[in-house]
């Protein structure tokens, strides 16, 4: 079936470090993909997004992904987590539907 | 904001019971669709409306139904409820890309149902 995979369900990590969140998909051909945020109480908001063209992309708030095809893999970057960056995470992969990954849950400590 | 409005925002029902979801589409979207929440996971894919027609289902049972209006706007809804329906369930618009992909999607804020 075709489908994402966020292999890390928590990760914590200290407010100021460098944040990676993993994502592989398996699709016969390049889907779109997307990440999202859905933090407490509130809606999911779009990071990014990945159609086709240039492989690092750049989102809001700081972060960027880059798809690399040969890996299968689109993952989340961002260099610098304030404690605002505290929610879950999804991929999200788009052929004729959305599927979106499990998510994974940040936690910044102080 | 993302300009998509669902109704309640809350709501509790029983089991076996029926109940209406709704959603406001974002301006200038022709297609909307529908996700579950369960607690502690991913959104799962119910269907999809483009044009006021299904146009992709996920591996919901048929009790789960849907219906688009000319405004775009949209229904959900949910016969013979169960107590695994409990759930947060997620609209979200967007436009149809040319290959049939949906692109960005704009999600509202969800109606929570509680089934007892």
């Known amino acids: 079936a075709q489908s994402v995979t966020q292999p890390d369900i928590h990760i914590t990590v200290s407010e100021g470090a460098s944040l990676e969140l993993r994502c592989n998909y398996s699709?016969?051909?390049?889907?779109?993909l997307f990440w999202y945020v859905q933090s407490p109480g509130q809606g999911l908001q779009l990071l990014l997004k990945?159609?086709?063209?240039?492989?690092l992309v750049q989102g809001i708030k700081g972060f960027e992904a880059e798809f690399k095809r040969s890996q299968s893999s689109f993952n989340l970057r961002k260099p610098s987590v304030h404690w605002s960056d505290a929610a879950e995470y999804f991929c999200v992969g788009n052929d004729y539907k959305l599927s979106f990954g499990a998510g994974t849950t940040v936690t910044v400590r102080a | 904001e993302t300009g998509v409005t669902q109704s309640p925002t809350h709501l509790i029902k029983t089991r076996g019971q029926q109940v209406t979801l709704r959603c406001s589409s974002q301006?200038?979207?022709?297609?909307v669709s529908w996700y579950q929440q369960a607690l502690g996971q991913g959104p799962q894919f119910i269907f999809q409306?483009?044009?006021?027609?299904?146009?992709g289902r996920g591996n919901f049972p048929p009790r789960f139904s849907g219906l688009q209006f000319p405004n775009y706007s949209s229904e959900l809804n949910v016969n013979a409820l169960e107590l695994d329906d409990s759930a947060l369930y997620l609209c979200?618009?967007?436009?149809?890309?040319?290959?049939?992909?949906?692109?960005?999607?704009?999600f509202g804020e969800g109606s929570r149902l509680t089934v007892l």
């Open positions: 301006s200038g979207h022709n297609t």
């Open positions: 409306y483009y044009r006021e027609e299904e146009n």
């Open positions: 699709y016969g051909a390049t889907p779109y």
């Open positions: 979200a618009s967007s436009s149809l890309l040319q290959g049939g992909g949906t692109g960005e999607l704009f």
């Open positions: 990945y159609f086709s063209g240039d492989t």
